[in-house]
């Protein structure tokens, strides 16, 4: 553990303060809209997926539904 401290003090050794500033406000940068984004792709991605669900349970009681139906009519 003490390693890993060590290793980031000497780190932050190297650098001065306006390049941890300005390091720091390019990250900023660069991700401040990451999260808005990410979530406007989750729910497009969430709203096609159930959209394909429901084609396919509309498809699957329209083929298989039947059978499944005349199978369970016949065994009684």
Known sequence: MDSII????????EFNIQTILSLAVIVWY???DMKKELKTSIDNLDKDVREMNTR???LEGT?????LYNLK????
């Open 6 to 13: 060590n290793y980031i003090l000497e780190f932050f050794r």
């Open 30 to 32: 660069f991700t401040n």
């Open 56 to 58: 396919v349970s509309r």
């Open 63 to 67: 083929v298989y539904g039947n059978d």
């Open 73 to 76: 009519e016949k065994k009684q």
